[in-house]
């Protein structure tokens, strides 16, 4: 053989050594598309969506949202449907933004199964592609591809998806990404970095328009965060930066999010502050307990056995990684490019944990506002970026001990933990989601009707009679609108969720009588003269009087001066926003077109 072909031969063999798995940028995104593709597909292919009681609710809401929006109520608040017909404010309270996007998707579906599940495949997707790209922050292209797989396959995202039927809660999981992002890529160099700034402030607001139970949830995790990143940057510009950014945050999301606060009193909220107490022998990690037809429909019907043994092979994998990174503590610092977020990463890991057991219970009794978050495995969402970036630090120093020549035969172990736990957290989300029975889209919508006019989560709260449940709506047949003189004419021109106007006559002064509960916002118009209005005391209904004679009577519900002022706010934000935007990537594209379309001097380019 000839020296050439020795020569050639050994580069042939150098650049198969040289070959390591996700080295290329198309196949990294070819491997995360392939997994997203697999946990979305039982969403994909199967007929229908899982059979459980929260999925008929969420159909409901997304109907009932979409009904209100192509009627004219572009903010939705009110749902007349909810109660048997006395109406709730549910998306008063309720986040709004998985349902935004369902009326977008029913434009192009033209079918509600298929918008509500195109709506979560999205969120899978993009919980896909922004926890790929906080994890890059932090470490090589391979260990972030490889840990961003768990988070395709974490409880908050495929168990809330198949099993818990919480859509809301999942969609706010990207949104924690895209912050977290903003906050650890804040340039200390600038004197404000708008760019992390309006990352930063999107991923705040889209999280509290997503579910508001995970953003307080993040708002206090953010507390310790915080503290330990002015640790890091050490700077006043960050102080600066993190509350502008904050403040953005809840200026954009101000419309939804400042009523749903300060109008909690108007409803019965104690039907969701319960307290975690009851719950937190069941539903904390490393839980494994069987549910019993005994305990009721809803344990009957979610097996929790499924949800927390992916929540506690979850939890090994972060605990592995982090036990890993504190035996080789004292490398890390010549290892690892970001070494002090990696104390972070394991101390906010821990925090999380612990706030999920029953060692927390002191901090769940302290603060009200906690309790009506109902159940500690709510911490579960906030988990997962710590507990993923553990992971790519801890294969981000394996691979630098063994590009170092350092002996990594005890790490294989460690490897086999990991593909172990992925194999095993893969099993049971596969068992998990094809153990239920899929429901065909006929029973979803006809189960969908019964939840509407049985949900009394956000009754207003009229009174304070301690047995204000006992009232049982289902027996009230009482017509939606009423006169006291049964003689009166009555002809209806317009009847919406937001907006019923009526012609009536009657030789005499009458008393009417609306099936709406009488929640701030609503006023009444006869002739476009606004006049009082009195309430039924038994049932919260609406009274009002209209004079003899003929007359035209309109029921609005519309802003109060609260969510006015809320919905300005947001609206200046928005502005502000955008502009902000535009001066700061406008200002980045025209500088490189500059770049490229620079005159060449004849001289220079025949140099």
């Avoid at 607001?205 to 507390?223: D, E, K, Q, R």
Wanted: charged content about 15%.
């Amino acid at each position: 053989m000839s020296i050439e072909e020795v020569e050639k031969s050994e580069e042939k063999e150098s650049k198969i050594d040289a070959y390591s798995f996700l080295s290329t940028k198309t196949e990294r995104i070819l491997f995360l598309a392939l997994l997203t593709l697999i946990s979305a597909a039982p969403l994909i292919f199967q007929n229908g969506l899982p059979a459980h009681a929260d999925w008929h609710s969420h159909i409901a809401n997304a109907y009932q949202f979409k009904k209100c929006f192509w009627q004219g109520d572009f903010f939705p608040r009110w749902i007349d449907g909810n109660l048997f017909g006395y109406g709730l404010p549910k998306f008063n309270y309720y986040a709004p933004l998985f349902y935004y996007i369902f009326v977008f998707l029913e434009i192009f579906f033209r079918n509600p199964i298929y918008s509500m599940k195109a709506a979560l495949v999205l969120t899978l997707v993009l919980s896909t592609i922004f926890g790929y790209i906080y994890l890059r922050r932090h470490g090589s292209p391979q260990a972030a591809s490889l840990a961003t797989v768990f988070v395709i396959l974490s409880p908050a995202i495929h168990i809330f998806t198949y099993n818990n039927n919480f859509p809301t809660n999942a969609l706010a999981i990207p949104f924690i990404f895209i912050a977290l992002y903003g906050i650890d890529t804040f340039d200390r160099e600038k004197d404000f970095d708008k760019k992390a700034f309006l990352i930063t402030s999107f991923g705040y607001a889209g999280m509290v328009l997503s579910h508001l139970p995970t953003a307080y949830i993040f708002s206090l995790m953010l507390i310790p965060y915080f503290l330990f990143s002015l640790s890091l940057y050490k700077t006043k510009k960050f102080i600066k930066f993190f509350i502008a950014s904050i403040a953005c945050g809840l200026g954009l999301s101000a419309f939804y999010l400042f009523p749903a606060i300060t109008e909690t009193n108007l409803v019965h909220s104690e039907v969701l502050s319960s307290g975690p107490g009851w719950d937190f022998s069941k539903n904390f990690l490393f839980t494994y307990l069987d549910r019993l037809p005994s305990e009721g429909y809803y344990w009957g019907i979610f097996d929790h056995r499924y949800y927390e043994v992916s929540n506690a092979l979850f939890g090994l994998v972060g605990l592995i990684a982090a036990v890993l990174l504190l035996a080789n503590y004292d490398r890390i610092k010549t290892h690892l490019p970001e070494y002090e977020r990696v104390r972070v990463a394991i101390i906010m890991l821990f925090i999380l944990f612990i706030m999920m057991t029953p060692v927390s219970f002191v901090a769940w009794s302290m603060f009200k506002q906690m309790q009506t978050l109902q159940f500690p495995w709510r911490f579960t969402s906030v988990v997962i970026p710590f507990c993923c970036v553990t992971v790519v630090y801890a294969f981000d120093l394996i691979s630098k001990f063994k590009n170092e020549k350092i002996d990594t035969s005890g790490f294989k172990y460690i490897i086999y933990s990991f593909v172990l736990l992925l194999t095993l957290l893969f099993y049971v989300n596969f068992v998990n989601v094809f153990k239920w029975d899929w429901a065909s889209p006929e029973m979803f919508l006809r189960h969908a009707m019964n939840v509407v006019w049985q949900n009394r989560e956000y009754q207003p709260n009229f009174s304070s009679n301690p047995n204000w449940r006992e009232d049982d709506f289902s027996k009230d047949f009482t017509p939606s609108l009423s006169s006291s003189d049964p003689n009166a004419d009555i002809t209806l021109l317009k009847w919406t969720s937001y907006d019923k106007i009526f012609q009536t006559f009657a030789p005499l002064e009458h008393q009417f009588r609306i099936r709406t509960f009488y929640f701030p916002g609503w006023n009444i118009y006869v002739d476009d003269r606004r006049i009082d209005i009195s309430m039924d005391p038994k049932t919260g209904a609406m009274m009002f009087k209209v004079p003899p004679g003929k007359h035209q009577v309109e029921v609005k519900f519309e802003l109060t001066s609260q969510r006015k002022l809320a919905l300005m706010i947001s609206l200046a934000f928005l502005v502000f926003y955008f502009f902000l935007f535009s001066k700061t990537f406008t200002t980045g594209i025209g500088f490189k077109l500059r770049n490229i379309q620079k005159p060449v001097s004849l001289e220079g380019a025949n140099t």
